[in-house]
């Protein structure tokens, strides 16, 4: 059933990036041109999010990314991922690492579809054994530009696998802050 939703969801991705609807302005296609004056420095990009909770429940997340943009409307990119969660008053903690890839096309100037599969490595059955858990999340998102290659994102994004120790509870709101090279 998994997997039914899934495909169900990806196709409704690719062909929501493909639609453009009548009347819309939507952005001009790359020119080869426009792509061969970009230099290195200029397709690269950094950012990425950071969270804190504190209280009963400490909750600490640092995910640093590096985003390369092959032309105007599509990006790749990749994202490190570090998580610290403790209980208080118990002696118990435990530290997640992790990685991602990810994709973003750009529907119009500012919306963006986005797709990641992210894998995270920590504690989380009770056998006290460290193992890895799949993420596969699929969304849209706004993208915010301030001006001096800076710009503020905020993401919507759903996590198709949904496995039973995953920390994560659909729908997820990112918000991470982009900063040109």
Same mark, same amino acid.
């Given at each position: ?20 609807? !009548? ?8 020119? #080869? ?11 690269? &990009? #950094?950012?990425?999010?950071? @969270? ?6 400490? &909750? ?14 599509? %990006?790749? @990119? %990749?994202?490190? #991922?570090? !998580? ?27 919306? &963006? ?13 009770? *056998? ?11 969304? @849209? ?9 800076? *710009? ?8 198709? %696998?949904?496995? #039973? ?10 918000? @991470? ?5």
């Amino acid at each position: 059933m998994h997997w039914v939703r899934f495909i169900g969801l990806l196709a409704l991705l690719v062909s929501a990036t493909h639609a453009y609807p !009548q009347g819309l302005e939507v952005m001009e296609e790359d020119s #080869t041109e426009t792509r061969s004056k970009l230099n290195l420095q200029d397709r690269l &990009f #950094t950012g990425g999010n950071l @969270g804190a909770q504190f209280g009963y429940y400490t &909750f600490v997340n640092v995910s640093p990314m590096l985003g390369y943009k092959v032309s105007d409307r599509y %990006i790749v @990119g %990749i994202r490190g #991922t570090y !998580q610290y969660f403790s209980i208080r008053n118990t002696d118990w903690d435990s530290h997640v690492l992790g990685g991602s890839v990810f994709n973003r096309f750009f529907v119009f100037e500012n919306l &963006f579809a986005h797709a990641e599969y992210e894998v995270l490595n920590g504690f989380w059955d009770p *056998s006290g054994r460290r193992s890895n858990i799949p993420h596969f999340f699929v969304g @849209g998102g706004y993208l915010y530009r301030m001006g001096g290659g800076t *710009s503020l994102s905020v993401m919507a994004l759903y996590e198709l %696998i949904q496995r #039973t120790y995953s920390p994560y509870i659909n729908p997820i709101i990112r918000v @991470g802050f982009n900063v040109g090279l």
